[in-house]
């Protein structure tokens, strides 16, 4: 498949731009701007070129039920409960404390949709982990795939979320009216 796929990068023009920290035992990858499903399947080129097998995502535990839920368990999929007790972040917190590695890739929206403001879980789980955030954006104008340099959120999450924003506003979705641009403070 990592030929498959490495050629399918190369026949729609998209370049991987920044190196991979394969030495990270534990990562939060935040992908953005996430305006099309088309992301997922790049997210999955991506994945495969640089054998990067070990990434999770996160879904919801319907989704891996019989017949098909090892579908999505063999793509990396996590299944979450909704409705425990335990909201969202504490579930992954967990996940990540009882694992010696671990990897996540999610989107900082949330959705497809334009939004107002991103979501602040995975902040929150990197700052709870202790594990840096990778910025990763699909730049579908330019089509470049761009992996900042890890992230280490400070705890000022509106400081981070601005250092974090110059690298993704820039970045053109599939979808324009998702991008994040809107959202970068005046300065």
């Known amino acids: 498949m990592r030929l498959f796929w490495k050629y399918f990068l190369r026949w729609n023009d998209w370049v991987i731009e920044g190196i991979y920290p394969y030495s990270l035992p534990k990562l939060v990858i935040a992908v953005a701007p996430h305006t099309s499903s088309r992301d997922f399947i790049i997210g999955l080129a991506v994945r495969s070129v640089l054998r990067l097998y070990h990434i999770r995502y996160l879904g919801k535990a319907e989704l ?8 999505f368990k063999m793509l990396g999929g996590t299944p979450v409960d909704r ?10 917190v967990d996940r990540f404390n009882t694992a010696e590695k671990f990897t996540l890739a999610l989107s900082p929206e949330g959705t497809r949709k334009r939004v107002v403001r991103l979501k602040t879980g995975f902040y929150h789980i990197a700052l709870k982990t202790g594990s840096p955030i990778l910025p990763i954006s699909f730049d579908f104008a330019e089509r470049k795939i761009r992996l900042a340099p890890p992230f280490h959120p400070t705890g000022n999450m ?3 979320f601005r250092e974090l924003l110059k690298f993704w506003a820039p970045c053109r979705g599939y979808h324009r009216k998702g991008d994040l641009f809107h959202l970068m403070p005046e300065e």
């Open 64 to 71: 891996f039920r019989p017949p098909f839920g090892f579908i």
């Open 83 to 92: 409705s425990a007790q335990k909201n969202l972040v504490e579930q992954v």
């Open 158 to 160: 509106e400081a981070d």
